[in-house]
């Protein structure tokens, strides 16, 4: 279809409405999450006024409805990412699905590939979330493994010159962001992948930022797990995937137990069904699941490709906007290459919470903090920044009222 702003935000109800005295809402923080189409409002509605029941628990109609409406909601997002069906696990977040893999990790028994011991390492790096790396420093300290990670350069990138340094013969995972979430920068997979699995390492790939906003097929990628979560790809809350290799998913202990994940079950034992059911233990989150595959279908129909290429557009129109404010630092690479829309900066010795309260003040939306990744923001010597992260549906206007509202900001700060 045609690309158009005009028309893709008719698609999302909240743009309909005003804030802040009437004004014009200018959302810039979709890094954080997403706002919904009709489409996946109306998805997740009609599952509950019209097929709700427990998935593979029943023989009535509701049962079979409700089971044909999460499984296609499966198949759609397989087919989103380049997966096979039984590769993709519904979670509740992306946080989840990373914990997912590090406790499993953590249950396998000895002789298990993913058991890991104080002679193995844990190798992520200082740009990652928090989602993705608590969970390994957990791990780490479980089991004993060694936690290595990959630093960041003064422009926001990965340092990959001692990859062969980091990357060992005695790692045995590499957790590692696609796209940052503070710095928006766009991490190079092949020379770790390559390294990783020179070694035996399984590569597990946080794509909660990329995911939503360029094509991403897990063909092609060479990694070993992938996780992103719905709500920032214009899917519901309360959804997440994980991705995983049917080889290695068949080979990892599950993370919960319970009902609908097992073969048999005795007193005294039980036996896991295959992926990916042994990972959904309980009722899954269903509706959530048929708004997420409602949520592919969107996204799908407007072009992942062309999604891309307006953001790369509409990125380059930033930065140039920005870079030409008074007192402003952009943290992370100030050109557009290998980078998402994710614009994260300073304003000279105004707070960024107070900048964001001020751009509040005018409709505008954006995050502000340590956007939970408070290594990389020691690393990159700033205690907080203020975020914009733009999407499908956002324009140069929405950056010209950025950038008239920041410049505003320092008068009405009375700074420069």
Not at 95 to 111: C, D, I, K, P, R
Not at 238 to 262: D, K, N
Not at 317 to 338: C, E, H, Q, R
Request: charged residues 20%; negative net charge; contains cysteine.
């Amino acid at each position: 279809m045609p690309f158009s702003v005009a028309d893709i935000r008719k698609d999302f109800p909240i743009f309909e409405r005003t804030i802040r005295d009437g004004k014009r809402l200018v959302y810039l923080d979709s890094g954080a999450t997403s706002q919904k189409p009709w489409t996946v409002i109306n998805a997740e509605s009609d599952f509950y006024s019209k097929h709700n029941a427990a998935v593979h628990r029943g023989a009535h109609q509701l049962a079979e409805e409700a089971t044909d409406a999460y499984e296609g909601a499966r198949a759609k997002v397989a087919t989103f990412i380049g997966a096979q069906v039984d590769e993709v696990i519904f979670t509740k977040s992306a946080t989840e699905s990373l914990n997912l893999v590090a406790y499993a990790m953590g249950n396998a028994h000895q002789g298990n590939r993913f058991a890991l011991t104080s002679a193995d390492e844990i190798v992520v790096s200082e740009m990652e979330h928090h989602a993705n790396l608590v969970p390994w420093q957990e791990l780490a300290k479980r089991t004993g493994a060694k936690l290595s990670w990959f630093t960041v350069t003064e422009e926001g990138r990965l340092d990959l010159s001692g990859v062969n340094e980091v990357i060992t013969e005695r790692t045995k995972v590499v957790a590692i962001t696609h796209q940052s979430n503070v710095l928006g920068t766009i991490n190079p997979l092949d020379a770790i992948t390559k390294r990783a699995h020179e070694v035996g390492a399984v590569v597990v790939l946080d794509a909660c930022q990329s995911v939503p906003h360029m094509p991403v097929d897990v063909s092609e990628l060479n990694v070993d797990f992938l996780a992103f979560s719905g709500h920032k790809a214009v899917g519901p809350t309360g959804v997440g995937i994980l991705w995983g290799r049917s080889e290695l998913l068949a080979q990892l202990p599950p993370f919960l137990t319970g009902g609908s994940m097992v073969s048999s079950v005795t007193m005294t034992d039980a036996t896991w069904a295959p992926a990916p059911q042994k990972f959904e233990a309980g009722v899954p989150n269903m509706a959530q699941a048929v708004g997420l595959g409602a949520a592919c279908d969107y996204l799908s129909t407007v072009g992942m490709q062309n999604i891309r290429n307006h953001e790369i557009s509409l990125t380059d129109y930033a930065l140039d906007k920005l870079s030409a404010i008074s007192g402003i630092k952009i943290i992370g690479p100030t050109t557009n290459v290998s980078r998402g829309s994710t614009i994260s900066f300073t304003l000279k010795e105004i707070h960024p919470h107070d900048l964001g309260q001020y751009l509040d003040s005018q409709g505008i939306a954006v995050r502000t903090g340590h956007h939970c990744a408070w290594p990389l923001a020691k690393s990159m010597k700033v205690q907080s920044t203020t975020r914009a992260s733009f999407y499908l549906y956002n324009d140069e206007r929405d950056v010209d009222a950025l950038f008239e509202a920041v410049v505003n900001a320092q008068k009405y700060f009375g700074r420069f």
